[in-house]
Nanobody
């Protein structure tokens, strides 16, 4: 089992920054890929950013490219999502997720989510 706990959400104004953290515990050696998803009210869940656990490969949704940065610590116990120049449309519950496969396959483990609200 892998445990994921998000933190760092909150209420900010447009143009502000936030850094979300995801604490990773348990059988972390089984993790190959980490990602941040988000789900706004009345919207489908969408992939925001993805990081290959080796740190060599990242992906960003077009809507956040250039504003958000996904990273991890060397011990592979924390994954961050640095969010800069936040916009009201970034308002959502943000979820951390882990997958045992480097490409494709499901995200097996999910955190409980952290709310990010951006006011205009």
């Amino acid at each position: 089992q892998v445990g994921l706990v998000e933190s760092g959400g909150g209420l900010v104004q447009a143009g502000d920054s936030l850094r979300l953290s995801c604490a990773v515990s348990g059988r972390t050696f089984t993790v190959a890929r980490m990602a941040w998803f988000r789900q706004g009210s009345g919207k489908e869940r969408e992939l925001v950013a993805r990081l290959n656990w080796s740190g060599s490969d990242t992906f960003y949704a077009d809507s956040v490219k250039g504003r958000f940065t996904i990273s991890r610590d060397n011990a592979k116990t924390t994954v961050w999502l640095q969010m800069d120049n936040l916009k009201p449309e970034d308002t959502a519950v943000y979820y951390c997720a882990a997958s045992g496969t480097a490409r494709g396959g499901p995200y097996t483990y999910w955190g409980q989510g952290t709310q990010v609200t951006v006011s205009s």
